[in-house]
């Protein structure tokens, strides 16, 4: 892989200033030109929305820092991935989104405000790749991700040289003890019990604050209550081994292929077969 020549935009969902999104983009400057356009704010849980209408987006250059071009954008992780997609000159060869604080791993992908950057440049035919590490700690230690990651990017944008549309990859790294690599797919699982009480105090001791998610509580209207998700996760017992978060859990890395085409492959042709579903009126 030709190291000198890759422009590579990278953006997370925890927002410009979390230090997983520090050490990514120190991690692949080796590799060409590295520019920066994350969220002003914490972005978790947005998937692949974007800003539309006529909500103004505040964007800020911040120069170069550190050896790479850095910019936040008041808006989803999705957002930024455009911003770059269409202001980059030349546009980016590859996204890169994370380091994520937590991992993205089983239903979390449906959610993921990482993962939903990755869709936006596959969406785009532009090789993409989210990177997680299962820790939410906002001073977590990253440095095996920084050890593994290298390799694990260089062999992925070898195979994207063949990759069908549409594809992004989903890379979860444990907190440590990490046996190997495996690659898997989606676990199953769903979050229960998920709207507790407001009580910003659970975030706090993990070290987040409302101020890090630009949150600002408008004055409480007569009747109402206030909530927030969080919820405990119930895993599928139909999981097998190589489900993704199993094997995160595990010890692993796990190397997880997804698509932004979500048309089943099994239904659709079930349906064309359907008389009642395909006929002249």
């Known amino acids: 892989m030709n190291k000198d020549k890759l422009n590579i935009l990278v953006t997370n969902d925890d927002g410009y200033t979390a230090k997983g999104i520090k050490v990514l983009a120190k ?13 002003k704010y914490h972005q978790s849980g947005m998937a692949m929305a974007v800003t539309i209408g006529i909500k103004r987006l505040a964007y800020k250059d911040l120069g170069i820092i550190d050896g790479a071009h850095w910019a936040y954008l008041d808006s989803t ?6 911003y770059g997609i269409n202001f980059m000159d030349p546009k980016p060869d590859v996204i890169i989104s994370g380091i994520n604080h937590g991992s993205n791993a089983s239903a979390a992908a449906c959610y993921s405000g990482t993962l939903g950057a ?10 993409a790749i989210g990177v997680s590490l299962d820790n939410l700690n906002p001073e977590a230690d990253f440095s095996q991700v920084q050890k593994y990651f290298p390799a694990i990017f260089e062999h992925l944008m070898e195979r994207y040289k063949t990759a069908r549309y549409g594809v992004y990859y989903n890379v979860n790294f444990p ?17 229960v019990k998920e709207f ?22 408008p004055q409480k209207e007569e009747g109402e209550k206030y909530y927030m998700m969080i919820g405990t996760y119930v895993d599928d017992e139909a ?6 978060h199993r094997l995160v859990k595990d010890g692993y890395i796990s190397i997880t292929a997804h698509n932004i085409i979500t048309t089943d492959p099994v239904e659709t042709p079930s349906l064309a077969k359907d008389p009642l579903l395909n006929k002249d009126f």
Do not use: Q
């Not at 507790?196 to 509580?217: C, V």
């Open 196 to 217: 507790t009480d407001w009580n910003p105090e659970l975030y706090r001791k993990r070290g987040y604050t409302a101020e890090m998610f630009g949150i600002s509580l």
């Open 27 to 39: 991690m692949l400057l080796p590799y060409g030109n590295v520019t920066v356009v994350a969220p």
């Open 239 to 244: 999981n097998l081994p190589d489900a993704d």
């Open 77 to 82: 992780p999705a957002s930024c991935a455009k």
């Open 118 to 127: 990755a869709m936006e440049g596959a969406l785009n035919g532009i090789p």
């Open 175 to 191: 907190a440590s003890d990490i046996k190997g690599i495996r690659t898997g797919h989606m676990g199953r699982g769903k979050w």
